[in-house]
């Protein structure tokens, strides 16, 4: 029993002298130096990159290694190889460090060597490559023959509303065409990567050049949507933003017209797209109008209606819509009755028709007595002499002799001007290019 206790006793001394030193790190399981084990050797690392060195034909670098440090020297023609090389080295099993003292050859016969080979590895691939690229041209070319030969086919012509729509339908499809073909050839020179960077830097060119022709692109645009449904068709006399003529011809850049004046006018597509267009020529009846004075101390009821009777009685003036004649405004110098009636611009020039209608109701006017005011004013100037000394003027309300011949009641036998303007627009529009067609829909 005693031996008992005295063993527990000495058990127990030893746990409790042993757990110190564990705690501070002194037990005997932890080593205190680091053993690397199945490790190759300096030798073996040494024999192994200079193998490497020399398939790669790079006899003029020594190796040598020492612990583990591999020492790179030597002169190189091409400043890649050093990092070749020194990369290679540092993948090596038991490398430790790389320590690369490769420097540049000042040579300049050894610099432009490497530059020869790279350019004769590449002639070489070049020309064993020539087989390949002969048949990626003839792809292409095969392919642009027949997208061209496709766009000649009167198909276009079927599908297209006008030839101007199908003038570009062709021209899309030979594009399409041409970058199949680019694709196709590619694709056989194993480069088809290419392709994308070439799209994109064509999309950069585009937005480029798109920014540039800006106002190109929007009359072309707008030409479009012109030939597509024309507000107007050829010889339609009309007024565009303030000019007026006859239409010529509508061309993918501007609209032409020929002015009364027998000027030419060219108007861009895209000021024609958003302005304002008059079309005098969709509807066959127009109306003219004007202002007429009268002596206010005349009845103003018995003068319109003698106006317009007088109006009425030409033979150039539309029974339907009707003449109509009304009083406008009540001035110093008299009443302005406003005169309205219609044409038929087929058969009568408007502004003859409206030069005759003011001269032939004035002619009746004045034939019934009724005066039509002078509008001339004296003027009193100080210090030129007295009043009586200024010669004497009809007074405003004073009335008129009747006209000594009676007027003419009929319109007289000319020509309008509008209507001598379509042999020249005729003769204009025997020139090609023209996008306005009678089939097309019309606004």
Not at 202 to 225: H, K, Q
Not at 269 to 292: L, M, W
Not at 372 to 397: C, F, M, N, Q, W
């Amino acid at each position: 029993m005693r031996r008992l206790f005295l063993l527990l006793v000495c058990l127990l001394s030893t746990t409790g002298a042993q757990a110190p030193a564990q705690e501070n790190g002194a037990g005997p399981d932890v080593p205190k130096v680091l053993a690397v084990e199945n490790t190759p050797s300096d030798q073996a690392i040494a024999d192994r990159l200079r193998a490497i060195v020399s398939a790669l034909d790079h006899d003029e670098i020594t190796v040598s290694v020492d612990a583990g440090v591999v020492t790179l020297a030597g002169d190189i023609a091409d400043p890649a190889d050093s990092r070749d090389v020194a990369g290679i080295a540092e993948r090596l099993e038991g490398v430790v460090a790389v320590n690369n003292e490769l420097a540049a050859s000042d040579d300049l016969s050894r610099q432009i060597n490497p530059a020869f080979k790279r350019f004769r590895a590449r002639t070489d691939q070049f020309i064993a490559r020539l087989p390949l690229l002969f048949l990626a041209v003839a792809a292409f070319a095969a392919i642009v023959a027949v997208g061209i030969l496709l766009s000649r086919l009167r198909f276009w012509d079927r599908i297209a509303p006008n030839a101007f729509i199908a003038a570009i339908y062709r021209q899309a499809f030979r594009v399409a065409c041409g970058i199949v073909g680019i694709v196709v050839a590619l694709d056989l020179l194993g480069a088809a990567a290419l392709l994308g960077t070439i799209l994109g830097a064509a999309g950069i060119v585009g937005l480029a050049i798109g920014f540039a022709v800006r106002d190109t692109v929007e009359n072309f645009v707008a030409s479009i949507m012109l030939s597509l449904r024309q507000p107007f068709l050829p010889n339609d006399l009309i007024e565009i933003e303030g000019d007026v003529g006859r239409v010529i011809r509508l061309t993918s850049r501007a609209t032409i017209l020929l002015s009364l004046d027998g000027n030419h006018i060219r108007i861009p597509n895209a000021s024609v797209f958003k302005g304002r267009i008059v079309n005098y020529t969709q509807n066959p009846a127009r109306r003219f109008s004007f202002d007429i004075g009268i002596d206010p101390d005349a009845g103003l009821e018995a003068t319109r209606v003698l106006a317009q009777e007088a109006l009425k009685a030409q033979p150039f003036v539309l029974d339907d819509p009707e003449e109509l004649v009304w009083i406008e405004n009540i001035t110093e110098s008299g009443a302005i009755l406003r005169v309205t009636g219609w044409i038929d611009q087929d058969q009568t020039g408007f502004v003859t028709a409206r030069g005759d209608a003011i001269r032939l109701v004035k002619a009746a006017i004045e034939a019934a007595g009724v005066a039509i005011p002078d509008t001339t004013y004296r003027i009193r100037l100080e210090g030129s002499g007295k009043l009586s000394d200024v010669p004497a003027r009809s007074h405003p309300r004073e009335k008129s002799a009747p006209p000594s011949a009676p007027e003419q009641t009929t319109q007289p036998d000319r020509k309008s001007e509008e209507e001598a303007l379509i042999p020249l627009v005729a003769a204009e529009r025997r020139e090609i290019g023209d996008l306005l067609t009678k089939d097309a829909p019309r606004e």
